[in-house]
């Protein structure tokens, strides 16, 4: 539904664009545009792909695990629904963990684990259709 709406805006933006004979400024900002989310990419993914393979390493080593053991005090009062050693906590606690560290961005694929994994917990499941 919002890639609709993000569609209509761009052609609302183009449409009004060739009225007004301003397509010099909508190609400028699509240059721009461009340029820009191409930087963005080039400065974030380097750290994405760094952490992901730490945190990939640290689940392999069982250091997730354990830090999952350490914060367990503390999830297991946040979350007193999921059984101990379920693997959602070693997910939630990566998360946990990534968000400390300033990396929201590499925490959410964490956040997105944990939830499918809370998923297989859940007794009243919701079908979802994804457009």
Do not use: R, Y
Not at 1 to 13: S, Y
Not at 38 to 46: D, R, Y
Not at 65 to 79: C, I, Q, R, W
């Amino acid at each position: 539904m919002v890639n609709i709406i993000w569609i209509g805006f761009i052609l609302c933006g183009i449409v009004f664009g060739l009225l007004t004979n301003n397509m010099n400024v909508i190609n400028n900002t699509i240059i721009d545009s461009s340029k820009k989310s191409l930087e963005l990419i080039l400065q974030i993914f380097p750290v994405l792909a760094l952490w992901m393979g730490l945190m990939n390493i640290a689940s392999k080593s069982n250091l997730l695990t354990k830090l999952s053991n350490a914060l367990s005090p503390f999830l297991t009062k946040l979350f007193p629904d999921i059984p101990k050693g379920h693997e959602s906590l070693s997910l939630i606690a990566s998360n946990i963990i990534a968000n400390m560290f300033g990396l929201g961005s590499a925490a959410t694929p964490f956040g997105l684990k944990a939830m499918e994994s809370l998923q297989s917990l859940n007794k009243k499941k919701i079908q979802l259709h994804v457009v």
